[in-house]
């Protein structure tokens, strides 16, 4: 009975004993599978294919489900670990990041960094705060002879490669930027009578229009006139106009502010006649990009662009009349503006695959000379380096 009563005895204790010293991991970690795979999307697929933003909102989310005392002290390190890596070598953004790795560390103090992300900067700022690289292997007496003994000899089966430095992923801080750009002006068109030549001369009006028929200017041939009454008139809107193809190349001063030109050939323009349709486009231009530090994240870059430069806007518009018969016909009437601008215009970057980016702009340009009002539209690729 006494033997039975210690037998008792000694198994509650094992119990109590298995309770106390069970891994705490098992037992306040309640939240580690959840918080693993986010951690697992956000590096392995979000990180990896340079969607920094996504992965930033994913392991956020991944340590606010931690909380205080939701996941292992190893996993919340890791965490926080893997959110400075984004935020140093992907964001640009190195003072967030040292706040991440200092916050891992007093998670972990073992904590190791993670060599398939690793980075130059990352590896430095680890090692300020305290950080020890990863454990290396004692080797064995044998294994260090052998190296010893390959030294000056044929070793080509048993050389060791030193690791190479992981590539950082692709920069989001290009200071240089090549452009190619389609552009596609509206000029804006007021209502007008007598747009065309009322005699065979097929002279212009001070509307800066020319007439044209089948091709040919107006008034070149006999019997070519317009008869008095209806017709003959523009009505007011806007048009198409002139289309063309630009190449640019911009350059990032400091954060938010780039200076660049465009140069290009503009095609749409008027038939061959006195006035000469000038197809070369050369223009400056500033832009100013809002956000804080917009070239160092994966967002959208939204900007406004001041612009001046040479160029000329036509527009055709297609205008009835009658002749001195009154038979009724139609006339290509097309409108010229002067050859140099100042624009006004709004645009984003949308950035793709590292340094590339999709850029839409809408612009508002006054016409000197001739003057004329136009917006024009645009997409552009623009590549950084």
């Not at 956000?42 to 992965?55: G, V």
């Not at 950082?168 to 002006?185: A, I, M, R």
């Not at 017709?231 to 809107?237: A, E, F, H, T």
Request: hydrophobic residues 35%; charged residues 25%.
């Amino acid at each position: 009975m006494h033997e039975h009563r210690s037998l008792v005895v000694c198994l509650n204790a094992l119990v109590v004993g298995g309770l106390l010293f069970a891994p705490r991991a098992a037992l306040a970690a309640p939240k580690d599978k959840a918080a693993s795979a986010l951690q697992r999307e956000a590096m392995q697929t979000d990180y990896a294919a340079t969607n920094f933003k996504k992965s930033e909102q994913k392991l956020k989310k991944a340590i606010a489900q931690c909380g205080a005392s939701g996941c292992s002290n190893e996993l919340a390190g890791d965490l926080h670990r893997d959110l400075a890596t984004v935020y140093i070598a992907g964001m640009k953004q190195s003072a967030k990041g040292k706040t991440e790795l200092k916050r891992a560390l007093q998670l972990n103090p073992d904590l190791e960094l993670d060599e398939d992300f690793a980075t130059p900067e990352t590896r430095k700022l680890f090692k300020e705060l305290g950080g020890h690289g990863p454990k290396v292997e004692e080797k064995a007496p044998e294994e260090k002879a052998e190296e010893e003994e390959c030294v000056g000899k044929d070793c080509e089966d048993k050389v060791v490669l030193k690791e190479e430095e992981p590539a950082e992923p692709p920069g989001k801080g290009s200071k240089n930027w090549l452009s190619l750009t389609f552009d596609q002006d509206l000029l804006l068109y007021s209502a007008k009578d007598q747009v065309c030549a009322s005699n065979a001369a097929g002279t212009a009006d001070a509307a800066n229009y020319s007439c044209f028929k089948n091709g040919a200017r107006f008034g070149d041939s006999a019997g070519e006139d317009i008869g008095a009454g209806a017709g003959n008139k523009v009505s007011g809107g806007f048009g198409r106009g002139t289309s063309r193809i630009l190449l640019g190349f911009d350059r990032l001063l400091g954060s938010n502010v780039s200076l660049g030109f465009r140069i290009g050939y503009a095609f749409g323009g008027r038939p061959a006649g006195k006035d000469k349709f000038l197809p070369f486009h050369a223009e400056i231009r500033a832009n100013y990009w809002f956000g804080s530090a917009p070239f160092e994240s994966s967002g959208v870059r939204p900007y406004l662009s001041l612009s001046g430069g040479l160029a000329e806007v036509d527009g055709r518009v297609s205008v009835e009349y009658y002749d001195a018969a009154r038979n009724k016909s139609k006339l290509d009437a097309w409108r010229k503006t002067g050859t140099t601008f100042a624009g006004l215009g709004f645009g984003v970057m949308i950035p793709f695959a590292g340094d590339n980016g999709l850029v839409p702009e809408v612009r508002v340009k006054q016409m000197f000379g001739a003057s004329g009002t136009v917006v024009d539209a645009s997409i552009g690729y623009a590549r950084g380096f």
